[in-house]
């Protein structure tokens, strides 16, 4: 039998982790591509060593490790710069992604689940066999983090608030 691949996928905070938690909670094989994205830079890694190539030292904590907020400052002010960044991760957790599901299917395994936040945004919907979208109204959605700056903030709002649910 073949293993079928579904991506979990949708906005901050629709409840992807929530999903992705039960499934494998019920066994299902589940990976998170943002861990992926996070190994893919971490201190010592190939792909860090690419980013301070591109970015230089100044995106460096003292330690060696990324400085985050740092290069989140350049990429989200950037177009290009954060082209440049995804040009070095995405290509990392896709084959990270793909040496997890063949070792997988290699298994015997008939199901995984891999949560991908930017699965359209990155091409990758058509490496899936299903995709499921986690959606939630943004009032019902929780304070986040921020993942660029670390800070703690409300998601944003909508100023024409017909549909709350997108």
């Known amino acids: 039998m073949a293993l079928l691949r579904v991506a979990l996928t949708g906005g901050i905070a629709t409840g992807k982790s929530y999903v992705r938690t039960r499934l494998a909670e019920h066994g299902i094989p589940t990976l998170d591509a943002d861990v992926l994205a996070r190994e893919a830079v971490a201190a010592g890694s190939s792909g860090l060593a690419a980013v301070a190539a591109r970015f230089g030292t100044g995106v460096l904590l003292p330690d ?3 400085d985050r907020r740092a290069l989140g400052a350049v990429v989200f ?4 710069a ?6 070095i991760i995405h290509p990392r957790v896709r084959d990270a992604t793909t040496t997890w599901l063949d070792r997988l299917a290699a298994a015997g395994e008939s199901l995984a689940v891999v949560d991908i936040p930017l699965l359209y945004e990155t091409g990758r919907d058509h490496d899936f066999d299903r995709v499921i979208v986690t959606s939630c109204p943004r009032s019902h959605r929780p ?4 993942t660029s700056f670390h800070a703690w ?3 944003p709002r909508r100023s024409s608030g017909t ?3 997108t």
Not at 77 to 80: C, F, H, R
Not at 82 to 87: G, M, N, Y
Not at 143 to 146: A, E, F, I, T
Request: charged share 25%; hydrophobic share 40%; aromatic share 0%.
């Open 64 to 66: 060696g490790s990324l």
């Open 77 to 80: 002010a950037d177009a290009q």
């Open 82 to 87: 954060r082209a440049d960044l995804e040009a």
């Open 143 to 146: 304070m986040r983090p921020s």
């Open 153 to 155: 903030r409300a998601p």
């Open 163 to 165: 549909n709350a649910s």
